[in-house]
């Protein structure tokens, strides 16, 4: 018994591990100010059992370090996959290339800080990975120094030494980085008087163009439709728009692609907003009209939402089903992720949207029965995919990657490899037919427990070294962390308002996902109130977590 709290066996590692995750998530749930770091508390919860003795089995505690780096990494990467390469469309360059500005400004300024202090440039890596609050980071500058040092002939006690100065370095500075960003965006709020509503009024705006879905009510008054079919208009005109339903004499039915337009007839349709002018010009202008007046008018068509559970779907256009020549219902709109998509015969499906219909209820049945509707069958996440991911991930993370002058190759390591993988499986899974659909429940279940089982390893591996640390000089790192976060945020908070007119909400998704930082996105969503924050947060994370690892492993190889 006495071996379980005090030894260095299995059980004794895990019962540690849980206690540090136990409290440190329990302390991350108070806020001061309305601010929380979070699952940081685990870290430092880890540092302070390790400082006063509860060590764990070197064994576990490097096994549980990298498992957890790799699902931590290979679940947000599934999560952001799919909308990863949209993100360089409209306002996407630019703020990649603003993201890209905030990884080279914190290097510049790291090496700045090693040219003039003469601080040694591995402990300022594991500073800049804390200042940016990049654990990844930190687990490939941890692994490739390890790596080097045994590749050199060194011990495996100078490496696990080596790495351990990593990890206290960034423990100490790891505070300034949450909490400093925090205070340069309530600073930036304040400096330039921003108004929130007329913000987030001028988002709303702007995200009226996009693809979401919208209704029309239009009247056939263009005679150069008079006698032609739905299918040469929506061939002519690219399948932009889906005609739902028909009015003609008072009587409503749902058309089909062979059916002939007549002056006069009214129809429900459903485009994207940037198409509404085209449909009014091919149509006729839009008739006072709501879905209401078509419901108590036609009561034997109704309206239904239909969940994609068969896997084998996965990949499949939505107009090599045929729904409405087969089962005369009308698909008007695919459900995404809480975003409604036009129902364009090329969209791609994917397990887990929902289909709006139109149609009569035995129809409907039917349609439920080609496209499964078993939404229970989606709390059973597909995992064979996920896993051959990771394999997959871990292999091409070990390839060596050569840049002239660079005196080893780089390896994307366990944290660079997993994450691009999870970034193609997610956006190209679909298209190839692989399902990697989890429920948003199951992929933060795997994301915290895997930042968790990182944070707790990284503390009781930090933990024995930290306070000799901060008195031999580990005090100067707070001040170094504050520099590497301080001088590149700001610089690019301001170029992104005054050259690139970007707005606040934008900014801090900007910043949040350039810093890597989700204790800041939690910040800002909770604090401002809106989604637009993430929205932009995932359209630059992906990059910048690349580029952030590869940046560290960089100034580790450079100080060798």
């Known amino acids: 018994m006495k071996d379980l709290f005090i030894g260095t066996g299995i059980a004794h590692s895990i019962l540690l591990f849980a ?8 302390l991350g749930r108070f806020k001061v100010k309305g601010i929380s770091i979070g699952s940081t508390w685990i870290l430092f919860i880890g540092i302070l059992l390790s400082h006063f003795g509860l060590r764990s089995n070197p064994v576990v505690l490097s096994f549980m370090k990298d498992f957890g780096l790799i699902l931590f990494v290979f679940s947000i990467g599934l999560q952001v996959g799919p909308g990863f390469f949209h993100s360089f469309k409209k306002g996407g360059v630019v703020m990649n290339l603003l993201a890209l500005s905030l990884v080279v400004l914190a290097v510049v300024t790291t090496l700045v800080i090693h040219w003039v202090t003469g601080e040694d440039l591995q402990t300022l890596t594991g500073v800049m990975s804390a200042a940016v609050t990049n654990t990844p980071g930190l687990g490939a500058a941890q692994q490739t120094l390890s790596d080097a040092i045994l590749a050199g002939g060194g011990t495996s006690a100078e490496a696990a030494s080596a790495s351990s100065s990593l990890a206290s370095a960034y423990a100490v500075a790891y505070p300034i ?21 007329k913000e987030k009024k001028a988002l709303d705006q702007e995200d009226d163009t996009t693809e979401r879905a919208r209704r029309m009510h239009c009247q056939v008054e263009n005679p150069a439709i008079f006698g032609k079919s739905l ?8 399948n932009e728009f889906v005609v739902s339903r028909i009015m003609r004499d008072g009587e409503i039915s749902t058309p089909g692609p062979d059916t002939i337009l007549q002056e006069g007839d009214k129809l429900l349709i459903v485009t994207s907003q940037q198409h509404v002018d085209k449909v009014r010009i091919i149509f006729g202008e839009e008739i006072p009209l709501h879905v209401q007046d078509w419901q108590k008018m036609d009561e034997h068509l109704v309206t239904r939402r239909l969940t994609i559970t068969k896997s084998s779907l996965t990949g499949k256009k939505l107009s090599s089903l045929n729904i409405r020549n087969i089962h005369g219902v009308t698909v008007t709109r695919v459900v995404r992720a809480g975003v409604e998509l036009v129902a364009r015969p090329n969209l791609i499906l994917q397990m887990g949207d929902s289909i709006m219909v139109v149609g009569t209820e035995s129809n409907i049945a039917d349609v439920a029965r080609v496209v499964g509707n078993k939404p229970e069958a989606l709390s059973h996440p597909n995992l064979v995919p996920i896993f051959l991911g990771i394999v997959v991930g871990i292999i091409f993370g070990s390839l060596p990657i050569r840049f002239p002058g660079v005196p080893q190759p780089v390896k994307l390591g366990l944290a660079g490899g997993p994450l691009i993988i999870a970034i193609l499986l997610g956006y190209f899974g679909p298209k190839w037919r692989i399902t990697t659909y989890t429920t948003v429940s199951a992929n933060m279940m ?11 390893a990284v503390g009781l591996g930090a933990g024995e070294n930290f306070v000799s640390s901060i008195v031999n000089g580990g005090y100067w790192w707070i001040l170094y962390g504050a520099l590497i976060t301080l001088i590149p945020v700001s610089a690019v908070m301001l170029i992104a308002r005054l050259a690139c007119k970007l707005n606040f909400y934008q900014i801090c998704g900007l910043i949040s996902g350039g810093t890597t930082n989700p204790p800041v996105l939690a910040f800002a969503q909770s604090a401002y109130g809106t989604d637009y924050t993430s929205v932009n947060y995932a359209t630059v994370y992906p990059l910048t977590m690349f580029l952030r690892v590869l940046a560290a492993q960089l100034l580790i190889l450079f100080s060798l």
């Open 19 to 26: 206690l540090v995750i136990a409290l440190g998530l329990y």
């Open 177 to 197: 980085g949450v909490l400093g960003v925090i205070f340069l965006l309530i600073g930036m709020k304040s400096a330039f008087r921003i108004d929130l509503d």
């Open 231 to 238: 299918r040469e208009l929506c061939h002519s005109a690219e």
């Open 446 to 456: 795997i994301r915290e427990m895997g930042i968790s089982f990182f944070m707790a």
